[in-house]
């Protein structure tokens, strides 16, 4: 299948930083990727929908100050946790939608392998 | 009411027990239907569309009942292997249609 890829894959830092997230489509295009995170034992929240070449589209609750996205191009999104603190220590994913139409349309999405995110 | 719900768990079957988990979902209009499977601290990953009919992978039976908007998954024959948690996940049409939203997700622990 697809790959999807993120990077870093863990990161530690100190509160008031900002930690920017890549989520990066391997083998497709990808004109929307989107974010989600993960808080222990609970399930994935949708946070935003990346589109290229426009803006994010946020879910409610989720401050786009906050949470800077930006898709510059179809098979890259990046996620800025700006000014983090520690409530914002999470498992952080992405994933990106495939919507080939060569050989037939297929809309699949596939999920990178997640950026953990420490806040101290 | 929570828009996909599911039963946590968590499940402990010994090997070669069939277990099945139940899932319910608010939105008469959600459109497409799926099993995830997640491992722990690791991205979810496909398991299986669900369908009307009903569709079967191997050990895998997955069943849609779109008037009791009920979503069901069989797992037959356990294997240790299988320990993990399913994640039900719904997409509503319209223009949300791509966002996938997701259940809490039921453990489960196969055990010899």
């Known amino acids: 299948g697809a790959v999807v890829s993120q990077h870093p894959s863990r990161v530690i830092c100190k509160s008031g930083t900002s930690v920017k997230i890549e989520c990066r489509s391997l083998?497709?295009?990808?004109?929307?990727m989107f974010w989600y995170r993960q808080f222990p034992k609970k399930s994935l929240m949708l946070m935003a929908t990346?589109?290229?070449?426009?803006?994010?589209?946020?879910e409610q609750g989720v401050e786009k100050d906050k949470f800077l996205i930006n898709h510059a191009s179809l098979t890259l999104s990046t996620l800025t946790v700006t000014s983090a603190h520690p409530e914002d220590s999470s498992f952080y994913i992405c994933?990106?939608?495939?919507?080939?139409?060569?050989?037939?349309?297929?809309?699949?999405?596939?999920f990178g392998p997640g950026t953990r995110l420490t806040v101290l | 009411r929570k828009e996909v719900e599911q039963d946590p768990g968590p499940f402990n079957v010994p090997e070669g027990a069939t277990v099945a988990f139940n899932c319910t979902y608010s939105?008469?209009?959600?459109?497409?239907f799926f099993w995830y499977r997640q491992d722990c601290r690791k991205e979810p990953k496909l398991l299986m569309s669900?369908?009307?009919s009903g569709n079967e992978d191997g050990r895998f039976t997955a069943q849609l009942n779109r008037a009791s908007q009920y979503i069901s998954l069989l797992i037959r024959d356990s294997k240790l292997s299988d320990s993990a948690t399913y994640l039900c996940?719904?997409?509503?049409?319209?223009?949300?249609?791509?966002?996938?939203?997701f259940g809490q997700g039921t453990i489960l622990t196969v055990h010899p």
């Open positions: 994933s990106a939608r495939d919507q080939a139409q060569a050989g037939g349309f297929t809309d699949t999405q596939y």
């Open positions: 083998d497709f295009q990808a004109t929307t």
């Open positions: 990346s589109n290229e070449g426009s803006k994010a589209t946020y």
């Open positions: 939105n008469s209009a959600s459109q497409s």
């Open positions: 669900v369908y009307s």
């Open positions: 996940v719904v997409i509503k049409g319209g223009t949300s249609y791509g966002k996938l939203t």
